[in-house]
């Protein structure tokens, strides 16, 4: 709540869809393709050429649909959205107007310790418009991004406070990965995040005139630019003035929001059904199937591993995050039937090399079944939990199995009761006074022989033979 | 085999054959097209690689190999559709330098049968006229008298078809456009169902109603070339799937028992005398052949005029953005571009690069799509066009065929109605709603003016229907008065 007011926010994200071909046209979709290299006749608007749809698209925007509660359209409609920009090859969008493919769903996130739930109000079609570069006097336009296709999906106006909106695109972000349509990068542009957002006295109900922020690259950009905004109408209200309808874009350097266009300019879009498109019509038989295509989605993923792997909470949640992320964790699981253990090497020693390297989990170079090896040598004794901490740097380095590691570097645990017998005697032979000492009293001085033990086996002895033989020399 | 009066059908078989080669008809072609252009202005270019395109059909028979069943045919093709490396401008000065890097489906289609394109024909702007007046490239005259129109919007494919400029052409239509002026020049023009011929690569005026069709001498060579160019195209998601039937092999002029409709509304007197009486004619001649005449009613056909307007005219407002200076095309000179703003090059662009027919349908179709007067106009045009359809469709239950004059008179003179955009939408009443309704249609040579001008009569099928369309077509097409007559120019 600020100063007796509450937000209301809506949020609309455009989805990238990560299909191979444009949406209308079969012109590659890549990302690094040089200027307008990425281009046909179909692309860039020619005379006489026409849209036809790309189907991979209908399929992800389903999946998508689906992964957020809606209601999939039997039948929906393309409708051309008019308006004059040098980036818009054809002098209108395609896209979905009164007849989206997806409607009516909802989707629940947390939010700190709270659990939220907001409407996904619609999910539509429509193609991407090219790029303007603007360099001193003359504007270059690469044309690339026309016909990307984009699902746009849109929230009820449900979200009341900055945190929940940067969450709330976190989630889809997160789902869209999980799905794997959308690769959520929202630096690349592939995710881009509309908000709109108002004010209103805590327990007004009419809603107040809303501005909507455009241009925010990142989910903590979401985050500051609608908290400046509130606190911003809040201000023009309690000053006595009037919130003006228009687009203002987030300046991320000055941590600001600024016109972009006010309502006066605001443009009659004059949609109206696209002649050249059919209806898209999707049957039940194609539904079905992406329903049965969809994967394990993380909140479901996250309570299987709080209940059937009994992790806490906390790390089914980390490990969840990404779906790469919960696969290599599932198959480390699987391997070494220890899933705390799995859980534990993958959260501190993995991740801590993946993020110091700036590496992917796809690209990690230990595999699950080599941490999972890892994890059974230990819980089978044939090293201990130090030796293995030696072993995965080397196993980072060369990629190569835990076992061979051990094997070449002579590391297996000497766990021969009359072996590390001998070292005993010979640490506390050696440490005559100290055995004096500890016989005395002085009883802290057990790790002392412990160390010893371990540093004159290098580490190999079984620290628990180790423990149990000292037990026996010392107080028996 | 005398060129100047040959079928598609003959010249091809001659050049198949090698009777003739398809060099000396493409010269002899050329020749005329080129002799005669001055006058009649049909032609905005000629296809200067025609001679060559016509030598290596040869050669390629020469060597045995099957060139297609338009074997060295010259055709003539309409500015709207695209032509891989010959300019393509619509009838507009704002595509004046426009050159395609592709063939329009049905563009290509023709050429795997083996025509050589003799040039582009002229068109009013954007195919937006019924007389060809409209054209940036200058009006088209009527060869059959050269101070009267041609029609339009594919004048220019009318009369070069009419003078025998060429021996086959492809038009568009719209809401008559290949109908009224084959009418007003004496040549057969279909336009097929919508849906059955591709529309890519054909410049987009009113979307959901444009369809290519011939414009030819016979109704055999309609059939035939209609049988090329038909079918499924992959880049045409409103092409149909339907198999495309052997319309020239299966053309019958047995009209005997077969039912045909006149539509009540129709009826009301105010056509000029003479299409009264051709229309009479061709009634009196197909009933002497056995077909039965049956009154048909569509009474939503009182609207198809401003239905049409309404909805061609929005769909255009759309198609026709994509003009705006920035990709290809004209765009207008400016002192200091880098000063410019711009709204003012998208304004100072189009404003000089369309004509005054143009801008006059691009401001009635944004019109028509605004906010708050959309449901008024694009929206209730679309409920009464579905009428349309619904009331062709229980015609069709009662006849098999329906037969209508094309235009309430034979061809009008240049500049009569120029300055009355009203009267010449009017000329349209009894085409738009063959598209309105998807149907296809077809004008006829039948009678001849006391001023010596032809006139067509138009004969509309049911959906896909096509076959027995062109099988009246064809009856009527042996009792025609233009039979044997041509144009002295």
């Known amino acids: 709540m600020y100063r007796g007011y509450e937000a209301v926010i809506g949020i609309e994200i455009h989805v990238q869809l990560n299909t191979e071909s444009k949406i209308f046209c079969s012109d590659s979709t890549q990302f690094n393709a040089g200027d307008n290299e990425n281009t046909s006749p179909v692309s860039v608007g020619m005379p006489g050429t026409l849209p036809v749809m790309n189907k991979r698209a209908v399929e992800f925007a389903i999946k998508t649909g689906l992964a957020l509660g809606c209601h999939i359209r039997k039948k929906s409609v393309f409708a051309r959205k008019n308006y004059f920009y040098p980036d818009l090859p054809k002098g209108y969008q395609i896209s979905q107007y009164d007849q989206p493919i997806c409607e009516h769903g909802s989707i629940t996130f947390k939010v700190g310790e709270q659990s939220k739930t907001i409407k996904i109000t619609r999910a539509h079609l429509e193609e991407d418009a090219g790029k303007s570069n603007h360099l001193g006097d003359f504007t270059m336009i690469n044309y690339n991004r026309a016909g990307i296709p984009l699902l746009e999906v849109v929230t009820g106006p449900d979200l009341r406070t900055p945190q929940e909106a940067a969450e709330y695109g976190r989630t889809i972000r997160q789902i869209v990965r999980y799905l794997g349509v959308c690769d959520g990068n929202l630096e690349e542009g592939s995710m881009r995040c509309d908000c709109n957002v108002s004010i209103r006295k805590v327990g007004d109900e009419r809603l107040g005139t809303r501005t909507e922020l455009k241009n925010i690259n990142s989910f903590r950009f979401v985050e500051k630019a609608i908290e400046y905004e509130i606190e911003r109408q809040i201000d023009l209200v309690e000053r006595g003035e009037k919130v003006i309808q228009e687009t203002r874009l987030w300046d991320p350097d000055k941590n600001k929001t600024f016109t972009m266009r006010s309502k006066e300019e605001a443009q009659d879009y004059r949609y109206f059904p696209d002649p050249d498109l059919l209806p898209l019509v999707v049957s039940d038989e194609l539904i079905n199937r992406m329903k049965s295509e969809l994967p394990e989605l993380p909140i479901a993923r996250k309570n299987r591993f709080v209940s059937a792997h009994a992790l806490p909470e906390s790390d089914a949640e980390v490990l969840t995050t990404e779906k790469d992320l919960a696969d290599f964790y599932e198959e480390t699981a699987i391997v070494s039937k220890n899933f705390k253990g799995a859980a534990n090497w993958i959260m501190t020693e993995l991740l801590r090399e993946l993020n110091s390297n700036n590496l992917e989990i796809r690209a990690s170079p230990i595999k699950p079944m080599q941490l999972g090896q890892l994890i ?3 819980d089978k004794g044939t090293i201990s939990g130090k030796i293995a901490k030696s072993v995965f740097p080397e196993m980072w380095k060369t990629g190569k199995d835990p076992e061979v590691i051990v094997k070449e ?3 297996v645990q000497v766990s021969d009761p ?9 640490i506390l032979a050696a440490n005559v006074s100290q055995v004096v000492d500890y016989k005395s009293g002085k009883k802290n001085l057990f790790g002392f022989f412990v160390g010893a033990a371990m540093k004159a086996s290098k580490g190999q002895a079984n620290p628990d033979l180790v423990n149990q033989i000292l037990q026996k020399k010392l107080n028996g | 085999m005398e060129l100047i009066n040959a079928s598609i059908i003959e010249i091809a078989e001659a050049v198949k054959t090698k009777k003739a080669s398809a060099k000396e008809v493409a010269t002899f072609f050329m020749k005329r097209a080129e002799n005669l252009n001055p006058k009649l202005n049909a032609y905005t270019s000629f296809n200067k690689q025609a001679i060559q395109d016509a030598e290596a059909i040869d050669a390629r028979i020469a060597k045995g190999e099957d060139v297609g069943v338009m074997a060295g045919v010259p055709f003539g093709i309409k500015e709207m559709f695209c032509t891989k490396g010959i300019t393509t401008n619509a009838g507009s000065k704002i595509l004046q330098n426009f050159v395609p890097p592709y063939d329009a489906t049905v563009v290509a289609r023709l050429k795997k049968a083996g025509i050589v394109i003799t040039g582009k024909l002229n068109q009013d702007e954007f195919a937006m006229g019924s007389s060809n007046e409209t054209s940036f490239f200058g009006a088209t005259k009527n060869p059959w008298n050269l101070e009267c129109v041609p029609g339009g919007s594919s004048g220019g494919s009318a009369a070069a078809q009419a003078a025998r400029m060429c021996a086959g052409t492809l038009g568009t239509d719209t809401g008559g456009s290949i109908r009224q002026p084959a009418s007003f020049c004496g040549i057969v023009g279909v336009k097929p169902t919508y849906g059955r011929v591709s529309r890519y690569g054909i410049i987009a005026y009113a979307s959901s109603l444009d369809q290519a069709g011939p414009m030819v001498s016979t109704v055999k060579d309609a059939a035939l070339t209609l049988e090329v160019i038909s079918g499924h195209d992959e880049r045409d998601s409103t092409t149909s799937q339907r198999k495309v ?7 019958s002029t047995n009209v005997k028992g077969m039912k045909i409709g006149l539509i009540k509304e129709y009826m009301h007197g105010g056509l000029h005398a003479d299409v009264q009486k051709t229309v009479d004619q061709a009634i009196s001649t197909l009933k002497s052949m056995g077909a039965e005449f049956v009154e048909v009613s569509v009474p939503m056909t009182e609207f198809a005029v401003p239905v049409y307007y309404l909805v061609a005219a929005s769909e255009a407002s759309s198609n026709l953005a994509r003009y705006d200076g920035v990709k290809y095309g004209y765009r207008a000179e400016f002192a200091n571009l880098s000063a410019v703003d711009l709204e003012d090059f998208y304004g100072k662009t189009r404003g000089e690069g369309f004509g005054k027919e143009v801008k006059r349908r691009i401001m009635l179709g944004t019109y028509c799509l605004s906010s708050g007067y959309y449901d008024a106009y694009y929206n209730k045009a679309g409920q009464v066009r579905r009428l349309i359809m619904n009331q062709y469709r229980d015609a069709f239950k009662k ?23 009203l009267t010449m939408y009017l000329n349209d009443i009894f085409t738009t709603s063959t598209n309105l309704a998807g149907l ?22 049911a959906h896909f229907d096509e076959q027995k369309m062109l099988n009246v077509g064809c009856a009527l097409e042996g009792a025609s008065s233009v039979k044997g007559k041509t144009p002295n120019v």
């Open chain 1, 376 to 378: 059974t040598m230990i």
């Open chain 1, 409 to 411: 570097k002579g590391l």
């Open chain 1, 418 to 426: 009359a072996a590390v017998e001998k070292i005993v005697d010979e």
């Open chain 2, 245 to 251: 039937p052997t319309y020239s092999k299966d053309l």
């Open chain 2, 399 to 421: 006849c098999d065929v329906i037969l209508s004059p094309v235009t309430t008179s034979p061809a009008f003179k240049i500049g009569e109605r120029v300055s009355d955009p």
């Open chain 2, 440 to 461: 296809p249609g077809m004008s006829v040579p039948f009678g001849m003016s006391a001023d010596g001008l032809p006139i067509g009569v138009q004969l509309t099928g």
